[in-house]
């Protein structure tokens, strides 16, 4: 539980950082056309961001098929429930 | 009339209950639409290819399902390789031939097979499903379909004159989604989709071309004024031919991709190309720009850089549209124009969101006014660049 508030935090933290949005909440039907500056190019920074921060690798196509937050926070946690075993 | 008597009976025989998987059911009926529409030899050809591919790809999926992903990789990418080297050698030498003037039944003789195999290759969107197919069985999580099966990916009937590309994935949804009842509604909305494609195509397209240019005249562009026209003309045809597919798509349940999504209303050169073909778009972000993106990102760290890096995938993802339309210098010098404008938008697009213009109501106001002007006007001098290239009669 508290491993998931962690990596929710961090996920958090990244998109207001990187899309310059303080408020910006993060729910899970929330898709890049929503958010100004979410463009293809972001998404590869974003993924990079989180790649780091969280220590995780992301595929190629998972990186790719991803529609909205809900389905980044479930691979997210699926990649660092793999991590910590 | 026969294509359309041929789509009825397509859509009552895949709602019969068989124990096939619907992927090898819709191939079999395809390969007889294909044969019956384009003769056998494109039939022969789409057969062949299917099974080509399939049996480069076996020891691939083998590998993979062996945990043994290097040597997948290696096997993917000299299935790659392969296809590659057919589709530039006959973009190299086929088409420059054809360019040149030479009539296509010189190549019936003892390079017919060969000819006739590059030809399926490189005709009309197939090359691009074969390079989604590779990709999602060698690097993605896709299953490898038995070659049958294939021939109804790489060729489909409704989908082989002009796109749109659907990416393997989607396609192979056709086996996991259960078939919906046929309801009046769903029919409605499908003869809604092809009634409006066929308008596009058959009325607005047809009656540009024959006011400019008459009903025999060749399609030439020589001023920016003509090139302004005949993008127009081009997107009628065009969407109207993937409306049409769309429909059909949507009347048998066989997965076809959107491919225009009013791309006149664009606010950036970016966003056009976001909204014109959109298939394409799909494709060469998911195959090309973001493996490489990731990659040269991974590599280098700096912040600051980021647009930089964005740029190299960018340049080689607009070389690769442009190259697969034509091999040509200037094709190439618009691909990499193309990118740069695209890099200098985002800058601009990054400082605007920095200084919060977007919540600005006059701001995005002013962008939508502005901005589809800008968009065409580029596009337009762009394609006037190359009209040559394309409208050649």
């Known amino acids: 539980m508290e491993c998931q508030a962690t990596y929710e935090e961090t996920l958090t933290d990244i998109f207001r950082t990187l899309f310059h949005q303080p408020a910006l909440e993060l729910t899970d039907d929330l898709t890049a056309k929503q958010v100004p500056g979410w463009d293809s190019l972001n998404h590869v920074n974003l993924i990079i961001q989180i790649e780091e921060e969280l220590g995780i690798k992301f595929r190629n196509d998972e990186v790719a098929k991803l529609v909205n937050v809900g389905e980044l926070k479930a691979m997210v946690r699926e990649k660092v429930a793999q991590k910590t075993g | ?393």
Request: charged share 15%.
């Open chain 2, 1 to 393: 009339m026969g294509l359309w008597a041929f789509v009825a009976v397509v859509h009552i025989l895949l709602y019969v209950k068989l124990p096939v998987p619907m992927s090898s059911r819709f191939a079999v009926i395809n390969l007889f639409g294909i044969w019956l529409f384009f003769g056998p030899e494109a039939a022969g050809m789409l057969a062949v290819l299917a099974f080509g591919l399939w049996a480069m790809l076996w020891p691939t999926a083998r590998f993979k399902q062996a945990g043994r992903e290097r040597l997948a990789s290696v096997f993917g990418l000299m299935s790659l390789l392969f296809l590659v080297g057919l589709f530039v050698t006959y973009k190299l030498y086929f088409d420059k031939v054809l360019i040149s003037g030479q009539a296509q039944e010189d190549h019936t003789g003892s390079l017919g097979f060969v000819y006739g195999l590059l030809r399926i290759v490189s005709f009309s969107y197939v090359f691009l499903r074969a390079v989604d197919l590779i990709r999602s069985v060698a690097w993605g999580a896709e299953r490898l379909i038995n070659p049958i099966a294939l021939t109804g990916y790489l060729g489909p009937f409704h989908m082989l004159i002009a796109g749109p590309i659907s990416p393997y994935a989607e396609h192979l949804e056709i086996d996991n989604l259960p078939r919906p009842e046929p309801t009046f509604s769903h029919l409605l909305n499908c003869a809604n989709t092809i009634a409006t494609g066929l308008f596009f195509k058959v009325v607005i397209a047809q009656a540009m071309k024959i006011f400019l240019f008459g009903v025999e005249g060749a399609i030439v562009s020589t001023s920016w004024m003509d090139t302004a026209y005949l993008l127009t003309y081009l997107f009628f045809d065009f969407a109207g031919y993937s409306l049409i597919a769309l429909g059909i798509g949507r009347l048998l349940h066989v997965p076809t991709p959107l491919n225009f999504d009013r791309p006149y209303l664009a606010c950036s050169v970016t966003e056009f190309w976001q909204r014109w073909h959109k298939s394409l778009g799909v494709f060469v972000r998911n195959n090309l720009f973001m493996p490489l993106h990731l990659f040269l990102a991974r590599r280098v760290r700096r912040r600051s850089l980021s647009p930089f890096v964005a740029l190299v995938p960018l340049v080689i993802t607009f070389i690769f549209v442009a190259m697969w339309h034509r091999l040509t210098i200037p094709f190439l010098i618009w691909g990499i124009a193309m990118a740069i404008i695209m890099v200098i938008e985002k800058l601009v697009r990054d400082r605007f969101i920095y200084v919060e213009w977007f919540k600005h109501k006059r701001a995005q106001l002013a962008l939508r006014v502005v901005g589809p002007f800008y968009a065409l006007c580029v596009i337009i001098t762009s394609i006037h660049y190359i009209s040559s290239e394309i409208f050649t009669g």
